[in-house]
């Protein structure tokens, strides 16, 4: 049985609005423009007056539709830049009218044919090529084809190998990279003999849609000149499946079945537990050096790929090949897997929309058409800052921009004491520890998180901070705000009486009403504590130091409020239940009760190592 690509699960994102073409409605209010902004009746907008159109429409419509008009009233423009109220006529008719779609079935190196949609720009060729690839049906997810095509893009939408209408096996990403299919790559070529291209090629896509892209760089086509990426991730091993080497089970589960995969995606997935040959085949963080051309990369601070996002940024920005190195972009907001959408869980944050200046259609005017319009010397990073969403004026909550990441920050360790606080003192001598037994028939449920399938982002946890089998750290009260921005992880000394055991930790932000809110986790399957590639049992009753990754944020803890870790065995059905035993879950299988000590003495300092950037202050 040959094996595929590990199982990316996500909705499909379009990352354009939607398609603005055979529309008479549409047309009306662009003919019903041109007359409302011509205040002499001239019959032509003079630059003043295009001003005004694209103002109204800002207001009225959004950026979206402002930067549409303002394509048409560049194309409509007469060498003078003032707009005739024919041309501008034309103009509205091409946009609006019916667009064309030619469907192509594209061979591939094996003969395998892949079902294929051409949207065709009006007007002579050659143009530049947008390519956008799909498990999700290519019919039904084509947003962005009629905007493209309306500003001189051919826009090309496929189904990958085995769905929908394009022929092989049913699999997940079975021909997206550099191994024995190569079906992005085989596209790419295509596309590049095409008398309708001129040779310039870019790709565009969230979540499936962006790991196709991901791993089409790491096979690096000569052709690709651009990539827009969105909530991807880098390693499908542990940004997106074995995080911490435990299951992510209830994501992985549910999209293979709910996108009626193969059966065999499943089981080819539960047989390799450990970072093998299988996944290093498409690992792409093992093809930053090939990787030539340069990206937008967009994540959310509660997306399921969050960490995965930054370490493709981090990679391609830093280890890249020349066109990659130094040319990346990277924008993380504060959503789950929806960019821009509120609320994220409980919480809802205020100017939460991704910054304009990195949009697809500046990305392309420039690296596809050579527009000199600036997106390349944008900041390398976006990132959005959280704070209090109850307090009006609390730090935070505001879009921050940098030259490279991580930014600049110290640090710290705080550190878990004998009587259950989180401080900044390290423990004296003397012995300390809390012990609780973990049941893996009564696992410690799921409240949100960077979730896909199941309910996601911060949500309240005090419903599972009193559990037995749960050991509870809390800060006093914050006398200032103290910003939190980088990655996060716990060191904890622990021992347990079984073979094997989890930690899982939770990071919380207690707000002054008492609420407890998830704002970054992680988890450790302590079989792998040493190697994710090759698992080692526990020694019953040895002490030993373990690393949880609690992946990355950027937020402020306001004046106020505490601090809260929460440290347990299990997060269900997030990740499957540990039975302690060594071995894989299985319904029937043995199960083992896990008394599990962590502890917090000199010698054992168990402690959260947080990156804290200085200068804080209260708007």
Known sequence: MKLTLPFLFAASLSLVLCPAWADEALAEKLRALFARVDGDH??????AEQVQALEFVKKTYGDHWARQVQGLLARAAATDKSVASESWAKQVADYTKPLEKQTEKIAMRDGIKLATDIYLPRGAGPFPVILARTPYSRVKHNGGAGDFAANGYVFINQDMRGRFESEGENLPFIGCGWGEHQDGVDTVEWIKKQPWCNGSIATIGGSAGGITQNLLAGAAPGALKAQYISVAPADMYSDVSYIGSAFRKADVENWTRSNKYDPRALEIHRAHPSYDEYWRANDTNTRFAQMDVPAVNIGGWFDMFAQGTIDQFVGRQQMGAPGSKGTQKLIMGPWHHGIGQMPAGQLTFPNAK???????????EHYLKGSDNGVEKEPAVAYYVMGDTSMAGAPGNEWRYADAWPIPAKETPVYFSGDKRLVLEAPASGAAHHEFTFDPTRPCPTLGGTNLTIERGPMDQRKVEGREDAVVFTSEALD???EVTGRLWAKIFVSSSAADTDLSVRICDVYPDGRSMLMAE??????YRKS?????LLKPGQIEEVTVDCW???L???AGHRVRVMITSSNFPRFDVNPGTGRAWSDEGEKVKQTNRVYCDAEHPSRLIVPVVKGVEAQ
């Open 354 to 364: 991704p910054p304009q200046q990195y949009n697809a259609g500046r990305w392309f």
């Open 532 to 536: 994710r590639e090759k698992p080692e």
């Open 42 to 47: 001239s019959g032509v907008l003079s630059t």
């Open 522 to 527: 992680g988890i450790q399957r302590l079989r």
């Open 480 to 482: 200032k705000p103290v």
């Open 552 to 554: 990355s944020t950027s």
């Open 556 to 558: 402020i803890f306001n």
